[in-house]
């Protein structure tokens, strides 16, 4: 009776470990498509389509993949690419339309990047409905990276880069070995993204664009693409975007070249720490943003520049902090006065910081932070000239 009664107990046991051991789905790794980018964009009016399915179809999905028939280890180390694409009025269906018509099955575990066309970013409810794909898909993973482009995703995503065809892979080494240093490094991935969309409204993905020469195509990045309520609110330019990351003390490794006495001289940033306080003034809410700046001279006309000179030196020092302050001021007056959006999160920086102000000024933020004066205060210590004293 015993030994009955046991043999009841481990029969579930054994049974999830039979169960667990075993694949009811199992797909061959050689008849897997591995998906390495995707791009999402609103569906071309313009295309050649019947006017059903103008009205039917939203989005247009595109895919990358490697190119192979026979992957013994990983899909991601191949050298060519297809890219596949379907018109559909879901994402999920424009997904389901591209594995229907592919010899493999496709698999999006391994997807690095996804790239979101101006279209796409510039209608709410499709962007929404997009974000809300992405999240729920099990499969995607949250960390996968996101870039904007004024033009469309699938563009990019067929773009025949020299020695580097597969652009999420790309991407995903680029950011790693800039470590998210600099302006260029600044990076947004999807579990970021949502976040800052349910928490302030706003987030910033980074922009990418095609960048023909008379060799060979290419890309480029710089610059970023502001999404203030599920919807394009406007583009940040180079500039413009490294004005923004002073601010946010993303700047370590950036080279930023300052015009002083007719003559070019650029600086490595070896550290930047910015540092915020807010104070009422004349009964209006004021942002002090000080920022301190360690670079290096990378390179200059010795004999001209007279830098071991320590009246130049500072000279130089002063110029350069004009040039930073001057990105801050001015990117913080066009997100203010034109693009109306708090990309910096100041408002939850306010509470944490000065909490009896964000009772006075929290409630109605939106026309408080445009009123809002910010204040750029740059402080730049140059620790090399690169010579030997």
Request: glycine share 6%; with cysteine.
């Amino acid at each position: 009776m015993g030994n009955h009664r046991r043999s009841r107990r481990l029969l579930p046991v054994a049974l999830a470990c039979l169960l667990s051991t075993g694949c009811w789905d199992k797909v061959e790794i050689e008849n897997r498509g591995f998906i390495i980018s995707l791009g999402i964009d609103k569906y071309d009016s313009n295309k050649k389509s019947s006017r059903a399915e103008e009205e039917y179809n939203r989005y247009t999905v595109s895919a990358a993949l490697p190119s192979v028939t026979d992957m013994k280890e990983s899909a991601v180390s191949d050298k060519s690419k297809d890219v596949k694409s379907a018109d559909n009025s879901t994402i999920s269906g424009c997904i389901q339309l591209m594995d229907a018509a592919s010899s493999q099955k496709l698999y999006l575990g391994q997807v690095k990047l996804l790239v979101l066309g101006k279209g796409l970013l510039s209608d709410e409810n499709l962007f929404r409905q997009a974000v809300d794909a992405m999240e729920r898909d099990r499969d995607i993973s949250r960390k996968l990276f996101l870039l904007s482009t004024k033009e469309r995703a699938e563009d990019i995503l067929r773009l025949n880069i020299p020695g580097e065809p597969m652009l999420g892979l790309f991407v995903e080494n680029y950011y790693k070995n800039s470590g998210g240093a600099g302006f260029y490094g600044f990076y947004k991935v999807l579990e970021k993204s949502i976040s800052d969309l349910r928490s302030t409204g706003c987030t910033l993905i980074p922009e990418i664009e095609a960048e023909e020469t008379d060799k060979a195509e290419g890309i480029r990045f710089g610059g970023c693409a502001v999404i203030k309520d599920c919807k394009l609110a406007g583009w940040l330019d180079d500039p413009e975007t490294r004005g923004y990351a002073w601010v946010m003390g993303n700047c370590r490794n950036s080279s930023v070249t300052v015009v002083y006495n007719n003559m070019y001289i650029p600086i490595k940033v070896l550290k930047s720490r910015p540092r915020i306080t807010f104070s009422l003034k004349n009964g209006k809410l004021e942002c002090l943003i000080r920022v301190n700046v360690s670079g290096a001279v990378k390179e200059y006309d010795f004999t001209a520049a007279g830098l071991n000179n320590p009246s130049n030196l500072k000279a130089y020092q002063t110029a350069f902090e004009q040039a930073v302050s001057k990105e801050i001021g001015q990117t913080a007056d066009r997100v203010q006065s034109e693009i109306n959006a708090d990309i910096y999160n100041f408002k939850d920086l306010l509470r944490k910081k000065n909490y009896q102000l964000f009772l006075t000024y929290g409630e109605d933020w939106e026309r408080h932070y445009c009123e809002m004066e910010i204040i750029p205060q740059v402080k730049v210590d140059i620790i090399s000239i690169g010579t030997i004293k």
